[in-house]
């Protein structure tokens, strides 16, 4: 049995500001912790004397955590002490090390733990990236943001209205007013288009397609720029792609630039390819690699570039253990 300290405020004591708060806390210390739901046997609210209008409790079974027992309790009015603050505490079926949860102003509380920081990871195709940025979350217990699926999703919201997704201007205007959110849930990402969980369903090959063509336009990427912003401002994440620490999350805490030769890159690329049964041709792959360089690097919006303070990894002569484990060495040397 393990258990996982958390804590929040809120701006004012209303139901709907209870509910909000108790919800993010819960699905924080999901995320961070890859919890499953069946894992969490009881959760124990405490809540300062200022907030009685709704109970903890109760906002966490509409939230979902129906399976457990749930329990709130009102603390002693302490002179000094935080206001507005709701403290949990979940007892799970699960021995690994706790990662305890502090958010909004109860950061104060526990400032060890409660530090949110950005993770920003740019590079070539083939550089790596995307597995060292799900490892590095993975081992921080903090959330990878898979940024292709926010792209998917909006794939097939056109695809479901009809839409030609080659037509700009209609995609324009379904992006004004797409219902588009990540959620965090089993220490897993789910994309929700309308309310409805669609991380399934955007990884057809139909929607596949359509995700290359739609992520052209540049009112769908200046919309999903806006809400990975949003996401990265509410907790700590990691982010991989070709601009991130220059355009998506220039003010990132941490910024990396990994790169490879050519003929390293590709040759990963295909030995990924052969081991899911395709035939390749290594010399043609390579031109491929290299066409996609010059085309990121030299696209007039956004293109591919180390940022000035992105530290620069050549990962050609490193095994992913070896790029992980330098990663982070550079982050221990900057906090």
């Known amino acids: 049995m393990t258990v996982i300290r958390g804590a929040t405020t809120i701006a004012e004591d209303s139901p709907e500001e209870i509910r909000a708060a108790v919800r993010e806390l ?3 210390i999901e995320s961070r912790n890859f919890l499953k739901r069946e894992e969490v046997v009881s959760i124990v609210f405490s ?3 200022d907030i009685h209008s709704f109970y903890p409790a109760k906002a966490a079974r509409e939230a979902g955590f129906e399976g457990c027992s749930l329990f709130s309790a009102q603390e002693p009015d302490i002179e000094g002490g935080l206001r507005l603050c709701i403290r949990v505490m979940l007892f799970v079926e699960k021995n690994d090390a706790p990662h305890h949860v502090y958010l909004r102003g109860a950061r104060v509380l526990r400032k060890d733990v409660a530090q949110k ?3 920003a990871i740019d590079g070539p195709a083939g550089s790596g990236k995307s597995t060292i940025a799900r490892l590095l979350a993975r081992d921080y217990h903090i959330l990878y943001l898979d940024t292709g699926a926010m792209y998917r999703a909006c794939a097939l919201a056109a695809l479901r209205a009809g839409i030609d997704v080659a037509d700009e201007a209609q995609v324009c205007v379904l992006m004004r007013d797409i219902p588009l959110n990540v959620v965090y849930r089993d220490g897993e990402q789910h994309t929700m288009l309308d309310g409805e969980d669609v991380s399934g369903q955007i990884r057809t090959p ?3 397609m359509a995700a ?3 992520s052209r336009h540049m009112s ?7 809400k990975q912003r949003e996401i990265a ?3 700590s994440c990691v982010l991989d792609g070709r601009d991130i620490g220059t355009f998506v999350l220039p003010d990132a805490d941490f910024k990396f630039f990994l790169t490879a030769s050519a003929e390293v890159r590709a040759k990963r690329r295909a030995d990924e390819m052969t081991a899911k049964g395709y035939q390749v041709d290594f010399e043609k792959l390579k031109q491929e690699i290299a066409a996609r360089d010059e085309q990121d690097s030299t696209r007039e919006f956004a293109p591919l570039k180390r940022a000035d303070d992105a530290v620069l990894i050549d990962t050609s002569d490193m095994t992913i253990e070896e790029v992980l484990r330098t990663i982070k060495s550079k982050m221990q040397e900057k906090i």
């Open 26 to 28: 819960l699905e924080q």
């Open 47 to 49: 809540s300062t004397s």
């Open 117 to 119: 920081f950005n993770v």
């Open 206 to 208: 139909e929607v596949s």
């Open 212 to 214: 290359s063509t739609v």
């Open 220 to 226: 769908v990427r200046m919309k999903m720029v806006e």
């Open 233 to 235: 401002g509410k907790m």
